[in-house]
T-cell receptor, first 112, second 112 residues
Framework: DTAVSQTPKYLVTQMGNDKSIKCEQNLGHDTMYWYKQDSKKFLKIMFSYNNKELIINETVPNRFSPKSPDKAHLNLHINSLELGDSAVYFC???????????FGPGTRLTVL | DQQVKQNSPSLSVQEGRISILNCDYTNSMFDYFLWYKKYPAEGPTFLISISSIKDKNEDGRFTVFLNKSAKHLSLHIVPSQPGDSAVYFCAATPGRENKLVFGAGTILRVKS
């Protein structure tokens, strides 16, 4: 029974396209996050939502737009994809704004 | 500017011996520290954490030590097992904001 799930697991697309990655958690957590792991393997936070409210928004191009329809879902939409967007994107969740975060399996995005 | 540093890219240990993974941080606002383990093609899995009010936390084979004056923490795994072979990430967060700042990771190989 998957706690944090992401779809798709792999995404290959052309430059300039728009794509979405979906994330769902069944842990009953109220806070969700998106992280990006770049080619140098650093994991960096992009966004965080608490009870559907945006609470963390790092310096991310506005081509990236998170959307949280409810507490259990946090989707990431990316417009006009660029080569540099190629990375692994991880969704995570936690109960409250502090404490352990539980990660999904990641979505590997490749922009050609 | 890396606020969390894991200076050893890799570590190789014999099964049954102790593995010691090190982590240094620069931001004195960090007050909660976590260790995550990551297998290939999976998301990071939470291992153990420590608050800045403590200097040691133990959970089974895993112990984390925190030296605030040196801004250094370490993860001890004893005895090491082949299944412990993975990438280990150190992470830190400034309490109120659950924004995990990750190190670059250390690849641990436990040889049988």
């Amino acid at each position: 029974d998957t706690a944090v799930s992401q779809t798709p697991k792999y995404l290959v697309t052309q430059m300039g396209n728009d794509k979405s990655i979906k994330c769902e958690q069944n842990l009953g957590h109220d806070t969700m996050y998106w992280y990006k792991q770049d080619s140098k393997k650093f994991l960096k936070i992009m966004f965080s939502y608490n009870n559907k409210e945006l609470i963390i928004n790092e310096t991310v191009p506005n081509r990236f737009s998170p959307k949280s329809p409810d507490k259990a879902h946090l989707n990431l939409h990316i417009n006009s994809l660029e080569l540099g967007d190629s990375a692994v994107y991880f969704c995570a969740s936690s109960q409250g704004r502090v404490g352990e975060q539980f990660f999904g399996p990641g979505t590997r995005l490749t922009v050609l | 500017d890396q606020q969390v540093k894991q200076n050893s890219p890799s570590l190789s240990v014999q099964e049954g011996r102790i593995s010691i993974l090190n982590c240094d941080y620069t931001n004195s606002m960090f007050d909660y520290f976590l260790w995550y383990k990551k297998y290939p093609a999976e998301g990071p899995t939470f291992l153990i954490s420590i608050s800045s009010i403590k200097d040691k936390n133990e959970d089974g084979r895993f112990t984390v030590f925190l030296n605030k004056s040196a801004k250094h923490l370490s993860l001890h795994i004893v005895p090491s097992q082949p299944g412990d072979s993975a990438v280990y990430f150190c992470a830190a967060t400034p309490g109120r904001e659950n924004k995990l700042v990750f190190g670059a990771g250390t690849i641990l190989r436990v040889k049988s």
